[in-house]
């Protein structure tokens, strides 16, 4: 797949439910890889199947959708449910509306165990795109439900995004055409289990008719924060955030404006721990070549003045494509900077007590679990999702030296991040993966959806579970630092994946050491020697779980 970013796939459909499929459950591969489920193999006959969206409110209790290729080559949506750790029956969604074929489950919101809502699109008997919802309730998916039909004249609607802060109190938002052929934004609200009408919104700011709403986040009944994009003009884009507060939703309001000098803003995700304290992540162009990522932080009702991150990753160009918070100050942002030389990596930047860092590099390398490390050239960040303070997981698609695309997941245990680990690598016969999704309801049970592609180069769903925190290599590069005959000395180690808490020792007798600081990639220790002995000395610094690094010192 071409190595830009893949944003939310929206090819939909919508309607009334039927059983179609049986999924079997999770199974653990050798080797220590994560559990794996194909899902919708059965009836994924035209050969092109993938998860897009999956939500977990419970360990072992979750919600995915997607959609899938019938024999006459139409994309079908459907969605499938995990209970007590078992994943159930596919069950297609707007069967009957979806006569264009083309149709697909884009985003899903599970706020309890058995009760969650769905949106995407379908393609009506016209070609046209219409938008709609389908919704769980006792554990029982309902009809699918069009919305934004009225709004949506000139036949191109999608539901791009959904957020339920409890059951039957949800807000869709996504685009509609109107009459001449403008994209606009919508929101539609569910409030006491009922679906009101949609509305449009950014309508004064969007005067140049491409607007549309890419993330919802609803940490409480009556307060939603909706954001995206709109074009203040023809071939132009300004990102823009819309809040509810107790019921009321205000005016819309554009941000990182004085940034944008290109004219190419959008934001790409939202996330609201509790009501008044939200994070929104996205991309602006400035005065140089290239997107540069930001966020913009709520801290009790007050938005403040949008951070570039990722300065320090020396980018030709940058975006956010995810954000997750497990709580206020407590977030993480990921996505993708290109570099100079005009390679896609990775990048993570994390809130911590309300400071968040410019960003690091993610994904540089894999580890077998025979302890092999093999380095990763590409790597593209999709999605985030943080359980507890320094908990969260990153996943998305990585390129392996061989030419080979893996759909990765990253684990940070304490706020330390670890290196990639392969999913579906054993089922990823035709080297093209990527997980577009996941869910964590607690550390240690997070999942990821996506697709792989089989012998038969068709892209089939899965889903994974069980991922461990995978340390990253120990490399020290170089040494700073002259050590003199007897005294204390300062020694700077520069390299890779130093951890918050590593050990070094020295075998000479007469010699300490004391650790003074340590970042993943630079370790600052103090060594105190009371004998003077001339010549070569060895220090040892020791990693969970790695071979001890041996390192050489001169004492002059």
């Known amino acids: 797949m071409p190595w830009k970013l893949v944003r939310r796939l929206a090819r939909v459909t919508m309607l009334a439910l039927s059983l179609v499929a049986v999924a079997l459950p999770a199974v653990a591969q050798a080797g220590g890889a994560p559990s794996f489920a194909s899902i919708a193999a059965g009836v994924n006959t035209g050969g092109a199947a993938m998860l897009t969206a999956v939500s977990c409110p419970s360990a072992g209790q979750c919600a995915a959708g997607g959609f899938y290729t019938d024999a006459s080559h139409f994309h079908e ?14 069950q297609e969604v707007a069967t009957l509306y979806n006569a264009g074929g083309n149709a697909t489950v884009s985003a899903i919101s599970c706020p309890a165990i058995n009760s969650c809502v769905a949106a995407g699109f379908f393609t009506d008997a016209t070609k046209h795109h219409q938008a709609f919802v389908v919704e769980e309730t006792n554990g029982i998916w309902g009809s699918t439900q069009e919305v934004a039909g009225t709004l949506n004249v000139g036949g191109d609607a999608v539901a791009t995004a959904v957020s339920c802060a409890a059951a039957g109190s949800c807000v869709v938002g996504g685009r509609y ?15 006491g289990g009922h679906w009101n009408g949609a ?15 890419t993330s919802v986040s609803c940490a409480a009944v009556g307060s939603c924060v909706v954001a995206g994009q709109f074009a203040p003009r023809v071939r132009a884009s300004e990102a823009f955030v819309v809040e509810e507060t107790n019921g009321l939703w205000a005016k819309p309001f554009e941000v990182a404006g004085s940034l944008n000098t290109g004219l190419d803003a959008s934001i790409t995700a939202v996330a609201c721990p509790s009501a008044a304290n939200c994070v929104v992540g996205g991309s602006y162009v400035g005065t140089t070549p290239g997107s540069r990522p930001f966020v913009v932080v709520e801290t009790s009702g007050n938005w403040g003045a949008p951070i570039t991150l990722g300065q320090t990753l020396h980018a030709a160009g940058a975006i956010v494509t995810a954000l997750s918070c497990a709580d206020v100050g407590d977030c993480a942002a990921g996505g993708e900077y290109t570099t100079t030389s005009g390679v896609t990596l990775g990048f993570v930047a994390n809130d911590t007590a309300g400071t968040w860092g410019n960003g690091q590099p993610i994904a540089q390398s894999t580890r077998s679990p025979s302890g092999t490390y093999e380095a990763v050239t590409q790597a593209s960040v999709q999605t985030i999702s943080c359980s507890a303070a320094g908990q969260c997981e990153a996943g998305g698609q990585i390129r392996l030296a061989s030419n080979n695309d893996q759909a990765f997941v990253a684990v940070e245990q304490q706020g330390r991040w670890g290196v990639a680990q392969p999913v579906a690598q054993i089922q990823n016969v035709g080297r093209d993966a990527i997980v577009l999704a996941l869910s964590c309801a607690d550390p240690a049970d997070c999942v990821a959806a996506g697709r792989y592609t089989n012998r038969a180069k ?6 994974a579970t069980g991922f461990d925190f995978l340390a990253p290599q120990l490399v020290v590069a170089a040494l700073r630092g002259s050590v003199p005959p007897t005294g204390t000395v300062t020694l700077v180690l520069s390299g890779g994946g130093f951890s918050s ?38 220090l040892t610094i ?3 779980g790695q071979a001890p690094v041996r390192i050489t010192y001169v004492q002059r």
């Open 77 to 90: 949506a459907f969605i499938v449910s995990e209970s007590l750790g078992q994943w159930g029956k596919v």
């Open 177 to 191: 055409a109107d009459g001449a052929g403008a994209r606009r934004a919508f929101i539609v609200e569910e409030t």
């Open 199 to 213: 509305v449009e919104v950014a309508r004064g700011l969007n005067l140049g008719g491409n607007a549309v709403v």
């Open 458 to 463: 068709h892209y089939q769903a899965f889903v």
């Open 501 to 538: 808490r590593p050990s070094v020792r020295s075998g000479e007798a007469g010699a300490s050491v004391t650790v003074v600081s340590v970042t993943p990639t630079r370790l600052v220790i103090s060594l105190r020697v009371t004998k003077n002995l001339p010549g070569r000395h060895v």
């Open 542 to 544: 020791v990693e969970a």
